[in-house]
């Protein structure tokens, strides 16, 4: 059965700080893997998604993930985080049978 | 596209009482799921619908837990009798069917308490 891993469950940076955020899952198959985003009240937003080809992928805002298949992880990545940033990321993995993290919450202090 | 359409947003009922939530999926997306998040659990996926036929329904918690899709622009999730561990927000997803590639789009979702 797949699951997903986020080993991070609050995580605090201050303005320019850069962030990395634990994923790790398990899956048998091909592997679509995503991170969401949660801002406060709202509803998820697709950050970005690998489905094949190149395992460093870009998104919104300026993230970026990479796909290391040796290591089953799918870290995010964002060089300088903004206050804007706050909110819950979440990584999930799967193809119709989604599964999400536990998701890790962001507080970038301003 | 006004995107995924849930309602209502707030729900409070007491127990016991039957909920509906709904949902309206974007056109032309072939899936839906239907989540439940909680402090507690996270985001879970309760079933998804693939051309309007319940797939998968192994993350419905229990039989006080029923799910429709009479047609392909619109389902419901009902929980008759509710109970306060019922309370959460639920989300509604939908999803394109492109070769496997399975990008979600969720709703706003609706917030459920149960008192």
């Known amino acids: 059965a797949q699951s997903v891993s986020q080993h991070n469950h609050h995580v605090i940076l201050s303005e320019a700080a850069s962030l990395e955020l634990g994923c790790n899952y398990s899956?048998?198959?091909?592997?679509?893997l995503f991170w969401y985003v949660q801002y406060p009240g709202q509803h998820l937003q697709l950050l970005l998604k690998?489905?094949?080809?190149?395992?460093l992928v870009k998104g919104i805002k300026g993230f970026e993930a990479e796909f290391i298949k040796s290591k089953f992880s799918f870290n995010l990545r964002k060089p300088s985080v903004q206050w804007s940033d706050t909110a819950e990321y979440f990584c999930?993995?799967?193809?119709?049978?989604?599964?999400f993290g536990a998701g890790t919450r962001l507080t970038v202090k301003p | 596209d006004a995107g995924v359409i849930q309602s209502p947003r707030h729900e409070v009922t007491e127990m016991g009482q039957e909920v509906t939530l709904r949902c309206k999926p974007i056109?032309?997306?072939?899936?839906l799921f239907w989540y439940r998040q909680t402090m507690m659990r996270g985001l879970e996926l309760l079933i998804y619908?693939?051309?309007?036929?319940?797939?998968?329904d192994s993350g419905m918690p229990e039989d006080r837990f029923s799910a429709k899709m009479p047609n392909a622009s619109f389902s419901t999730l009902k929980i008759q009798p509710s109970e306060p561990r019922d309370s959460a927000v639920y989300f509604c997803?939908?999803?394109?069917?492109?070769?496997?590639?399975?990008?979600?789009?969720f709703g706003p979702g609706t917030r459920l308490t149960v008192l």
């Open positions: 997803a939908s999803s394109p069917d492109r070769r496997g590639h399975n990008e979600q789009f």
């Open positions: 899956y048998g198959g091909t592997v679509n």
């Open positions: 690998y489905f094949s080809g190149d395992p």
């Open positions: 999930a993995v799967g193809r119709n049978d989604m599964r």
């Open positions: 056109s032309g997306h072939d899936y």
């Open positions: 619908f693939n051309n309007n036929v319940p797939i998968d």
